[in-house]
């Protein structure tokens, strides 16, 4: 299973990218989806989850109030808008997805155990 990613880009400190993540539609529905960025020498770590069954959504503390996870089921898709964007932001940001929905439980967000992934794609932020 492939999930399709947009394209990243770069952009100064303070500006705003918009990401997205397509999954097939046969697994879509009801599944836990994850953005997990990878900073340069560091482990994927997750930053925030929806749960597409019921919508809910949760952010790690360092993203809260400047990313948002939103998703469009016509489309089968997960979008992660990222505002204010930061230096320390600069990673290779992955979409993952899971069918176990417990993997979108704050705390049980660990990137290792979802089962499918997107390409990557490469977000820098400029000082």
């Known amino acids: 299973v492939q999930l399709v990613e947009s394209w990243g880009g770069s952009v100064q400190a303070g500006g705003f990218l918009t990401l997205s993540c397509a999954a097939p539609?046969?697994?879509?529905?009801?599944?836990?989806m994850a953005w997990v960025p990878q900073a340069p020498g560091k482990e994927r770590e997750g930053i925030g989850t929806?749960?597409?069954?019921?919508?809910?959504?949760n952010l790690v503390d360092p993203v809260k109030g400047r990313f948002t996870i939103t998703h469009d089921n016509a489309n089968n898709t997960v979008y992660l808008q990222m505002n204010n964007l930061k230096p320390e932001d600069t990673a290779m940001y992955y979409c993952?997805?899971?069918?176990?929905?417990?993997?979108?439980?704050?705390?049980?967000?660990?990137?290792?155990?979802?089962?499918?992934w997107g390409q990557g794609t490469q977000v820098t932020v400029s000082s």
């Open positions: 539609r046969y697994i879509y529905a009801g599944i836990c």
């Open positions: 929806i749960y597409i069954g019921g919508g809910t959504t």
């Open positions: 993952a997805a899971d069918p176990n929905i417990y993997r979108c439980r704050p705390g049980d967000m660990v990137a290792a155990l979802f089962a499918y």
